[in-house]
């Protein structure tokens, strides 16, 4: 009977041993590294969150660089114009309906980036654009309820996705897999925005939220 027990112990340490990590990094435990997740998923600055989770600025700088290159990689955040010129405007769609889109995202983008140090310019401008693009998804999702939720179904969506591609700090894998969960994700905050928001009641309101979390 001991004999047994100590099998199962084993067999149940050696398949923890084999998950892989979250982040590729051996001073971050996964624990540590979805507290700095959870303030990203937040939007919240690097200072901020290296203030409550009691890591380095250089740290969670790294750290946020980290994911948004990953996220990125993995499909997840995406650019509208697919690498064009932005002048040529929302790539392949010329209609007015995607005009709106592009010009409440861009406010949206400048908006969110006003307070934030350092963005602008350089390597990391376009993934920050296309990290602007993801959020703007889940923003009118805020507008009938509070903010935590929609954070946390972020937090979740984002912990799928690295679990499914991951981890963070190599090059991501399964990219088809990766593109799949990202339409099972959108498909869950149009069903949630269904039961949640009461702008879903009216046909003008459902069409201009659908729109922007379709896009």
């Not at 009977?1 to 149940?12: E, L, P, W």
């Not at 593109?179 to 201009?208: T, V, Y």
């Amino acid at each position: 009977m001991r004999g047994n027990f100590d099998v199962a112990k084993t067999q149940k340490s050696q398949g923890r041993r084999k998950s892989r990590p979250l982040y590729h990094a051996a001073k971050i435990s996964d624990q540590r590294f979805k507290q700095v997740l959870w303030h990203f998923a937040k939007d919240d600055t690097a200072t901020e969150a290296a203030q409550r989770t009691g890591l380095s600025l250089n740290a969670v700088n790294t750290i946020f660089l980290k994911l948004r290159r990953f996220f990125v990689e993995a499909g997840m955040f995406t650019d509208i114009y697919q690498g064009g010129d932005p002048k040529d405007g929302y790539a392949g769609d010329p209609s007015p309906e995607a005009e709106q889109y592009e010009l409440h995202l861009i406010e949206f983008h400048f908006a969110r980036l006003k307070n934030k140090r350092g963005v602008g310019s350089g390597e990391s401008e376009g993934d920050h654009w296309c990290e602007s693009h993801w959020r703007f998804h889940y923003v009118m999702l805020m507008e009938d309820r509070g903010g935590d939720a929609v954070h946390s179904m972020m937090h979740r969506h984002m912990l799928e996705m690295i679990r499914r591609c991951g981890p963070v700090g190599k090059p991501s894998v399964n990219q088809r897999e990766g593109i799949r969960l990202c339409l099972a994700q959108m498909d869950e905050r149009i069903l949630w925005a269904h039961r949640n928001s009461p702008a879903f009641r009216s046909g003008e309101s459902r069409k201009r939220l659908k729109d922007v979390i379709d896009c």
